[in-house]
Protein backbone atom coordinates (compact mmCIF):
# COMPACT_ATOMS: atom_id res chain seq x y z
CA UNK A 1 0.00 0.00 0.00
CA UNK A 2 3.08 2.65 0.84
CA UNK A 3 4.88 1.72 -2.23
CA UNK A 4 1.36 2.51 -4.08
CA UNK A 5 0.96 5.50 -2.52
CA UNK A 6 4.49 6.30 -2.90
CA UNK A 7 4.47 5.60 -7.00
CA UNK A 8 1.22 7.78 -7.31
CA UNK A 9 2.75 10.14 -5.81
CA UNK A 10 5.64 10.88 -7.88
CA UNK A 11 3.57 10.41 -11.07
CA UNK A 12 1.69 13.25 -9.67
CA UNK A 13 4.84 15.26 -9.39
CA UNK A 14 5.96 14.45 -13.07
CA UNK A 15 2.43 15.29 -14.61
CA UNK A 16 2.49 18.31 -12.24
CA UNK A 17 6.11 18.87 -14.28
CA UNK A 18 5.21 18.65 -17.08
CA UNK A 19 2.02 20.82 -17.42
CA UNK A 20 4.49 23.56 -16.21
CA UNK A 21 6.44 23.11 -19.25
CA UNK A 22 4.03 23.41 -21.63
CA UNK A 23 4.19 27.08 -22.82
CA UNK A 24 0.75 29.12 -22.06
CA UNK A 25 -0.04 30.92 -25.13
CA UNK A 26 -1.97 34.16 -24.24
CA UNK A 27 -5.38 34.66 -26.48
CA UNK A 28 -5.35 37.42 -28.79
CA UNK A 29 -6.63 40.99 -28.08
CA UNK A 30 -7.93 43.90 -30.28
CA UNK A 31 -7.98 47.14 -28.95
CA UNK A 32 -7.94 50.59 -30.33
CA UNK A 33 -7.01 54.60 -29.54
CA UNK A 34 -8.28 57.83 -30.82
CA UNK A 35 -7.53 61.37 -29.93
CA UNK A 36 -8.96 64.46 -31.22
CA UNK A 37 -6.82 67.82 -30.83
CA UNK A 38 -6.53 70.43 -29.79
CA UNK A 39 -9.32 69.49 -26.80
CA UNK A 40 -10.42 73.36 -27.17
CA UNK A 41 -10.46 75.84 -29.37
CA UNK A 42 -12.23 79.26 -30.14
CA UNK A 43 -12.56 80.54 -33.79
CA UNK A 44 -15.68 83.73 -34.72
CA UNK A 45 -19.02 82.67 -35.90
CA UNK A 46 -18.89 81.25 -39.91
CA UNK A 47 -14.98 80.86 -39.84
CA UNK A 48 -13.91 77.05 -39.47
CA UNK A 49 -12.67 74.71 -36.89
CA UNK A 50 -9.80 72.60 -37.54
CA UNK A 51 -9.11 68.90 -36.07
CA UNK A 52 -6.40 66.49 -36.00
CA UNK A 53 -7.27 62.77 -35.45
CA UNK A 54 -4.66 60.50 -34.59
CA UNK A 55 -5.87 56.40 -34.27
CA UNK A 56 -3.48 53.47 -32.71
CA UNK A 57 -3.26 50.10 -32.49
CA UNK A 58 -2.99 49.44 -28.67
CA UNK A 59 -3.93 45.70 -29.45
CA UNK A 60 -1.73 42.63 -30.51
CA UNK A 61 -3.67 42.09 -33.27
CA UNK A 62 -4.14 43.63 -36.85
CA UNK A 63 -7.18 45.62 -36.99
CA UNK A 64 -8.90 45.93 -40.47
CA UNK A 65 -10.90 47.84 -41.61
CA UNK A 66 -10.79 51.00 -38.59
CA UNK A 67 -13.87 53.65 -39.29
CA UNK A 68 -13.94 56.68 -37.69
CA UNK A 69 -17.14 58.42 -37.36
CA UNK A 70 -17.54 62.08 -36.66
CA UNK A 71 -21.27 63.19 -36.39
CA UNK A 72 -20.88 66.99 -35.81
CA UNK A 73 -18.74 66.91 -38.68
CA UNK A 74 -18.81 64.85 -41.29
CA UNK A 75 -16.08 65.81 -42.88
CA UNK A 76 -13.61 64.17 -40.43
CA UNK A 77 -15.28 60.96 -41.04
CA UNK A 78 -13.02 58.25 -42.48
CA UNK A 79 -12.41 54.50 -43.35
CA UNK A 80 -9.15 53.10 -42.80
CA UNK A 81 -7.91 50.08 -44.84
CA UNK A 82 -6.14 48.70 -41.73
CA UNK A 83 -3.79 49.20 -38.43
CA UNK A 84 -1.03 47.11 -38.06
CA UNK A 85 0.23 46.06 -34.04
CA UNK A 86 1.26 49.20 -32.68
CA UNK A 87 0.69 51.17 -35.86
CA UNK A 88 -0.32 54.99 -35.65
CA UNK A 89 -1.99 57.37 -38.20
CA UNK A 90 -3.33 60.60 -37.91
CA UNK A 91 -5.18 62.81 -40.64
CA UNK A 92 -6.61 66.66 -40.21
CA UNK A 93 -10.15 68.10 -41.09
CA UNK A 94 -11.69 71.21 -40.83
CA UNK A 95 -15.58 71.78 -39.93
CA UNK A 96 -16.74 74.94 -42.08
CA UNK A 97 -19.52 77.86 -40.78
CA UNK A 98 -19.20 77.26 -37.27
CA UNK A 99 -22.32 79.04 -35.76
CA UNK A 100 -22.93 77.92 -32.20
CA UNK A 101 -20.38 76.35 -29.44
CA UNK A 102 -20.33 72.54 -29.29
CA UNK A 103 -18.62 69.35 -28.02
CA UNK A 104 -17.61 67.53 -31.32
CA UNK A 105 -17.45 63.54 -30.25
CA UNK A 106 -15.93 60.99 -32.66
CA UNK A 107 -16.09 57.29 -32.66
CA UNK A 108 -13.48 54.93 -34.11
CA UNK A 109 -14.40 51.29 -34.28
CA UNK A 110 -12.47 48.81 -35.61
CA UNK A 111 -13.09 44.82 -36.48
CA UNK A 112 -10.28 42.23 -35.59
CA UNK A 113 -10.19 39.24 -38.20
CA UNK A 114 -7.44 36.74 -36.01
CA UNK A 115 -10.41 37.29 -32.75
CA UNK A 116 -13.71 38.18 -34.51
CA UNK A 117 -14.33 41.12 -32.18
CA UNK A 118 -14.99 44.82 -32.94
CA UNK A 119 -12.39 47.40 -30.66
CA UNK A 120 -14.01 50.90 -30.43
CA UNK A 121 -12.41 53.86 -29.20
CA UNK A 122 -14.12 58.09 -28.40
CA UNK A 123 -13.00 61.33 -28.11
CA UNK A 124 -14.33 64.62 -27.94
CA UNK A 125 -12.80 67.93 -28.27
CA UNK A 126 -14.69 71.42 -27.41
CA UNK A 127 -15.39 74.68 -30.14
CA UNK A 128 -16.17 77.70 -28.43
CA UNK A 129 -18.05 80.11 -30.55
CA UNK A 130 -17.78 84.07 -30.70
CA UNK A 131 -21.01 85.68 -32.29
CA UNK A 132 -20.03 87.70 -35.40
CA UNK A 133 -20.14 90.99 -34.38
CA UNK A 134 -19.83 93.48 -37.59
CA UNK A 135 -18.87 96.89 -37.40
CA UNK A 136 -17.30 99.59 -39.67
CA UNK A 137 -15.82 103.55 -39.60
CA UNK A 138 -15.13 105.58 -41.90
CA UNK A 139 -13.04 108.51 -41.98
CA UNK A 140 -13.28 111.78 -44.33
CA UNK A 141 -10.19 114.69 -43.81
CA UNK A 142 -9.52 117.23 -43.43
CA UNK A 143 -12.45 117.75 -41.57
CA UNK A 144 -12.54 121.21 -42.96
CA UNK A 145 -11.10 123.25 -45.84
CA UNK A 146 -11.44 126.03 -48.00
CA UNK A 147 -11.18 126.99 -51.84
CA UNK A 148 -11.76 129.41 -54.65
CA UNK A 149 -14.55 129.25 -56.38
CA UNK A 150 -14.22 127.00 -59.17
CA UNK A 151 -11.70 125.19 -57.96
CA UNK A 152 -10.95 121.30 -56.82
CA UNK A 153 -11.77 120.45 -53.30
CA UNK A 154 -9.39 117.14 -52.28
CA UNK A 155 -10.10 114.55 -49.96
CA UNK A 156 -8.62 111.61 -47.61
CA UNK A 157 -10.94 108.76 -46.84
CA UNK A 158 -10.49 105.66 -44.98
CA UNK A 159 -12.35 102.92 -44.12
CA UNK A 160 -11.78 100.57 -41.56
CA UNK A 161 -13.66 96.89 -40.49
CA UNK A 162 -13.43 97.32 -37.25
CA UNK A 163 -15.53 94.35 -36.02
CA UNK A 164 -14.68 90.52 -35.70
CA UNK A 165 -15.79 88.98 -39.06
CA UNK A 166 -15.04 89.37 -42.86
CA UNK A 167 -17.34 92.22 -44.66
CA UNK A 168 -18.31 91.83 -48.49
CA UNK A 169 -19.00 93.69 -50.24
CA UNK A 170 -18.30 97.07 -49.06
CA UNK A 171 -19.72 100.17 -50.32
CA UNK A 172 -18.95 103.98 -50.03
CA UNK A 173 -21.05 106.60 -51.17
CA UNK A 174 -20.91 110.00 -51.30
CA UNK A 175 -23.76 112.25 -52.65
CA UNK A 176 -21.96 115.40 -53.11
CA UNK A 177 -19.08 114.27 -54.51
CA UNK A 178 -19.45 111.12 -56.62
CA UNK A 179 -16.03 110.94 -57.27
CA UNK A 180 -15.48 109.66 -54.17
CA UNK A 181 -17.33 106.38 -53.83
CA UNK A 182 -16.03 103.42 -54.18
CA UNK A 183 -16.98 99.55 -53.83
CA UNK A 184 -14.45 97.28 -52.61
CA UNK A 185 -15.26 93.44 -52.48
CA UNK A 186 -14.17 92.79 -49.21
CA UNK A 187 -12.12 93.84 -46.12
CA UNK A 188 -10.60 91.55 -43.37
CA UNK A 189 -11.25 91.91 -39.56
CA UNK A 190 -8.88 94.68 -38.61
CA UNK A 191 -8.26 96.15 -42.17
CA UNK A 192 -8.68 98.95 -44.14
CA UNK A 193 -8.82 100.62 -47.52
CA UNK A 194 -7.95 104.46 -48.34
CA UNK A 195 -8.00 106.75 -51.21
CA UNK A 196 -7.69 110.24 -52.29
CA UNK A 197 -10.70 111.95 -54.25
CA UNK A 198 -11.42 115.02 -55.83
CA UNK A 199 -14.57 117.08 -56.07
CA UNK A 200 -13.83 120.03 -58.97
CA UNK A 201 -15.61 123.22 -59.97
CA UNK A 202 -16.98 124.07 -56.50
CA UNK A 203 -19.24 126.88 -56.45
CA UNK A 204 -20.70 126.73 -52.75
CA UNK A 205 -19.36 126.10 -49.99
CA UNK A 206 -21.05 122.74 -48.27
CA UNK A 207 -20.95 120.14 -46.07
CA UNK A 208 -20.24 116.34 -47.71
CA UNK A 209 -21.26 113.47 -46.23
CA UNK A 210 -19.88 110.18 -46.96
CA UNK A 211 -21.83 106.87 -45.87
CA UNK A 212 -19.92 103.62 -45.63
CA UNK A 213 -21.87 100.10 -45.66
CA UNK A 214 -20.34 96.58 -45.14
CA UNK A 215 -22.14 93.56 -45.33
CA UNK A 216 -21.74 90.54 -43.71
CA UNK A 217 -23.74 87.85 -45.07
CA UNK A 218 -27.41 89.68 -44.83
CA UNK A 219 -26.03 91.92 -41.78
CA UNK A 220 -25.64 95.30 -42.76
CA UNK A 221 -23.29 97.64 -41.10
CA UNK A 222 -23.24 101.41 -41.87
CA UNK A 223 -20.94 104.70 -40.83
CA UNK A 224 -20.86 108.27 -41.68
CA UNK A 225 -18.66 110.86 -42.01
CA UNK A 226 -18.48 114.56 -42.88
CA UNK A 227 -16.05 117.32 -44.10
CA UNK A 228 -17.07 121.15 -44.51
CA UNK A 229 -15.89 122.47 -47.61
CA UNK A 230 -15.89 126.96 -47.87
CA UNK A 231 -15.95 128.22 -51.70
CA UNK A 232 -14.33 131.96 -51.27
CA UNK A 233 -14.98 134.11 -54.11
CA UNK A 234 -13.15 137.25 -55.21
CA UNK A 235 -14.79 140.22 -54.98
CA UNK A 236 -13.40 143.12 -57.50
CA UNK A 237 -13.33 146.22 -55.55
CA UNK A 238 -13.24 149.67 -57.70
CA UNK A 239 -10.73 152.02 -55.76
CA UNK A 240 -10.54 154.96 -58.73
CA UNK A 241 -10.21 155.49 -62.46
CA UNK A 242 -6.93 154.08 -62.41
CA UNK A 243 -6.36 151.39 -59.81
CA UNK A 244 -8.51 148.62 -58.54
CA UNK A 245 -8.38 146.12 -55.96
CA UNK A 246 -9.36 142.68 -55.01
CA UNK A 247 -10.51 141.05 -52.31
CA UNK A 248 -12.13 137.37 -50.98
CA UNK A 249 -15.32 136.38 -49.74
CA UNK A 250 -16.55 133.30 -48.24
CA UNK A 251 -19.81 132.14 -48.61
Request: with cysteine; hydrophobic share 35%.
Amino acid sequence: MKKMNRSLFLSLILITALVLLIPVTAQAASSISATKTPKNQTVKSGEPASFTITLTNTGDTNLTPVMVRDFNAAECSRNISGLAIGETTSYTCSHTGETASYTNIISAMSWSPLTGTYATWNASAHVTVIPAAPAIRVVKTPAEQTVESGRKASFDISVTNTGNTALSPVLVYDFNAPECSRNFTSIAPGGSRSYSCKHGDETASYYNVVNARGYNGATMVQWNASARVNVMFPIQLDAGPDQSTKESATL
